[in-house]
């Protein structure tokens, strides 16, 4: 800064208005900072890999009937069209919430880690606008985790064994065409209970400010509901669990289309994510921005 | 700023800062205590005090990032904690060290903070990576940047928001001497094109150097706010006198009514007083066949008085005067 006296300066105008920025701008630069950390790669490249490991496998295998699949397992190789149900149906009980949680448990708490909150809050945005835009970023990595894998399963399982209609769990045969819709609306199910983990894993976030605890904790919140859903005479409970939710998109694979559970996974749904996301929200607004 | 934007009771007379009794207190300790500070428009404002004091916490909960146990701040006649983010329109700066995303690169993280401005900054960047002389290494990951181009890349974050308070937390912390002198520079051309600077610092010659008033924290109090040149006023008006005859000069000095803390030194006679004591003198002196050769009063330095103040009367020693009286001269 050796000529900084002959530089020119920055001028200190009263200014009739300023423009203050909306929290679609906030959101954008959240994505933005999610795409210039490696640690966003590592859930993703997980998910990609995943299916197509599975392709391969059943290629070089040539197995005609997966075993844990049900009626989607026996269809493996009549329809490409199967291969991203079975995805979810495996990927959906543990690891597509711990993709979630790596970053929905980092999300504030890297700010935390960083002293960057710090930077942003005294810039012109309020903490409700970082809070929602911090949120957004959130749901939207948990929902590209989603359907980025339901994509490569699809493509895969499309070029392996065709664009051919598949069988319900009703039993029900339906076209290529309208089984890939469902497979879309599958996924878009499964990301409401999704979501409700986001949001405890944004509560644990900003409330613990340490990223290794909330992603730990979020992810040991599944274990857990795992666990109790096991434990005999706690059955009146189990319809209440986050978890057991992980499994109600597949009330759009019978026909007719039974929307018994998908209604059911919604308000339960509800009654975690929306606390959580108040606590949150109370917190961040709350708090004490300090150290850094 | 705007009508419409203008808090209750007309904007145009809000000061950059008035903070009123603020208290922050963590459970059993205090780290605030009833701190008023007053950073009038146009000031280069030093906000000085051992490590401890309160002074970084009183900066955030003038930010509105720690909310205070008790007490007021407002910005521009704005409580950060009613107004948000509206606030702080017009005020810059950053608390203990200025943080960024290590992982993106110095202009990126001044275009995401230009992002968040709004009102024009982006197209600021250019212009104060210039200033602060970051643009050859604006595309370099500030996890790579040493603490002074942290600092530095602080500066411009701040200057992107074209503010009218610039708040500086301990600016040249771990900086060399030439970017410790370059910084200051920076700050006194800022501060002469009418932006009020509120200095949070230890180093006790910069902020002797810039600032023309000070708060001075001891202990979460203030013991001293007031303009500095009143401070080095009250820390004694000593006085250093060569004559013809010192021995002769020290017994007239002696018997008169108003001179103080008289004695003879390596230069002469040193003694304290007022100046009318000190005219009453020189015309003592002229009657006793005394010449005066060299008559020159001596502040004491802010360093003298800062320990004082917050050390005690055990470091007078080095000044040269009376402890001065903790006082709020506003």
Known sequence: MSSVAAAPAARAPVRAHARRPSTLTVYRWELRKLIAQKRTYLGLALVVVLPLFFVIFQNVHQRGNHGNGGIFGAQITQSGLATPVLMLLFLSAFLLPVVAALVAGDIFANEDGNGTLKTILTRSVDRGQVFAAKSLAAITYAAIAVFLSAAVATVAGIASWGFHPVRTYSGTVVSASEALLLVFAANAVYLIPLFALVAFGVMLSATTRNSAGAVVGTIGLVILLFIVAQIPGLEGIKPYLLTEQFQNWQGLLRTPTDWAPIAHSAWVCALYGVPALIAAYLTLLRRDVAGG | MSAGASPPGGEEEAPPVRARGLVKRYKDVLAVDHIDLNVRSGDVYGFLGPNGAGKTTTLRMILGLITPTEGTAELFGRDPLRYGARALEGVA?????????????????????????????????????????????AKHKVGGYSHGMRQRLGIAAALLRRPRL???????????????????????????EGITVLLSSHQLPEVQELCDRVAIVDSGRVVYEGALADLRRQGGAGYRLRSTDDRRALEVALSQAGIEQASIGEHGLAFEAQEPDVGELSLALAEAGVAILALTPELATLEDLFFRLTEGAGATDAGNGAKPQAVHAR
């Open chain 2, 93 to 137: 700066g950053f608390v203990e060290a200025p943080r960024f995303y290590p992982y993106m690169t110095g202009l990126k993280n001044l275009q995401m903070l230009a992002a968040l401005d709004g009102d024009g900054a982006p197209a600021r960047i250019d212009e104060v990576l210039d200033v602060v002389e970051l643009a050859p290494r």
């Open chain 2, 166 to 192: 610039l708040i500086l937390d301990e600016p040249a912390t771990g900086l060399d001497p030439a970017g410790m002198r370059d910084m200051r520079a920076l700050i006194r051309r800022l501060a002469d």
